[in-house]
């Protein structure tokens, strides 16, 4: 279970964003809508443990993420929450195996090729398990960067504008990836977003 106690975030020490009070429960689909601006980039950066927010707690099966120590946020992350980017980063020069390889070990897990394949299945790309990301096309790194997401069996998945330059028929395919990648992992699945075309795939939606 995810949960948020009383969040907020200052910038400048001006501007404020806050969060409502909220829990998730294993295998929540969750859409978390607004403008441009609104600081829903800001609060997945919070849920992921990227950014530590100037007030409130993050707890994730009733552990709290911000008492622990920035290396050990880092750990805990790799392991248990899984991160799409708006603007996906990779080392453009390693294979897509490679890629993916490293993530497994800057979460403290050995290389797992057999674990690789399954997720590269998933998304439809194990053919390109040695192709360099530089030779993807924009699709397809979406796709490796929701592969990335997984590869670790992770309890969160959290995902930031996945859609947000996509086609109609792109955009219905990366969500329902999303959505059925959550499922298989039994994970709670946040999508921050400002695309509308969201709205009639997720029964449970938070505005900001």
């Known amino acids: 279970m995810l949960s948020c106690s009383n969040i907020s975030h200052k910038y400048n020490n001006e501007n404020v964003i806050a969060f409502n009070d909220v829990s998730f429960k294993e295998g929540s689909q969750v859409l978390i809508v607004g403008n441009s601006g609104c600081g829903k980039t800001t609060i997945l950066h919070v849920l992921a443990g990227l950014l530590r927010p100037s007030q409130g707690e993050i707890f994730i099966n009733d552990q709290s993420l911000y008492e622990k120590k920035p290396s050990e946020i880092d750990s805990f992350r790799g392991k248990n929450i899984g991160v799409v980017f708006q603007v996906p980063h990779f080392v453009n020069s390693f294979s897509v195996e490679d890629n993916l390889f490293l993530t497994q ?3 403290g897990l050995k290389r797992n090729k057999t674990r690789v ?6 998304v439809k790309l194990v ?3 040695k192709s360099k990301i530089f030779e993807l096309s924009e ?4 796709r490796i960067t929701i592969a990335r997401a997984i590869i670790n069996s992770p309890k969160i998945i ?5 859609t947000s330059s996509l086609d109609d028929a792109s955009c219905e395919d ?4 999303l959505k059925d990648s959550a499922e ?4 709670i699945l946040i999508i921050v977003t400002h695309d509308q075309r969201l709205k009639d795939s997720f029964k449970e939606i938070i505005k900001m």
């Open 105 to 107: 070990e800057l979460a």
């Open 117 to 122: 394949v399954e997720v590269l299945e998933k």
């Open 127 to 129: 053919h390109k398990l």
């Open 139 to 142: 699709g397809q790194k979406q």
């Open 158 to 162: 959290l995902a930031d504008e996945p």
């Open 174 to 177: 990366v969500i329902e990836l």
């Open 184 to 187: 298989a992992e039994k994970a």
